[in-house]
């Protein structure tokens, strides 16, 4: 649901609001801590994952910060390899709307809303679609 909430005001206000992004976390953790000490162990590596393999895209302008603290809220509800995957997968997905994006714009769209590929990723990965 904080996922959905969050394309929704990037897509409409151009912004990842921290009232999507902190509770989503918080509850991941949280979940996480209740289920037990590996689960809890889990949520803290792949957060962690998130933000170490996307702090350095952040720093050269390939996303927003935005982007990388609603991953790490993501990543608190999956493993590791689940996390992994959905960063792969959201940068294809990026990938191709991209393309469709310079196709049917005459490039003139500089960006993309980053959080689209996120929930895509997150609901493929989750065995969803």
């Not at 996480?32 to 996307?54: D, V």
């Not at 910060?65 to 689940?82: C, E, N, Y």
Request: hydrophobic share 60%.
């Amino acid at each position: 649901m904080f996922l959905a909430g969050a394309v929704f005001t990037d897509l409409f206000k151009d912004k990842i609001y921290n009232a999507w992004v902190v509770p989503g976390l918080l509850l991941g953790i949280g979940a996480n801590l209740i289920r037990g000490q590996e689960f809890f162990y889990e949520s803290i590596l792949a957060t962690g994952a998130a933000l170490l393999i996307l702090l350095p895209v952040y720093f050269f302008k390939g996303i927003a910060a935005g982007d990388v603290k609603l991953f790490m809220s993501a990543a608190s509800f999956l493993t590791v390899q689940d996390t992994l995957s959905c960063i792969l997968i959201s940068f294809l997905i990026a990938g191709v709307i991209s393309v469709a994006v310079i196709i049917l714009k005459r490039n003139k769209q500089r960006y993309i809303h980053f959080a689209v590929p996120i929930l895509m990723s997150v609901i493929f990965v989750g065995g969803v679609l």
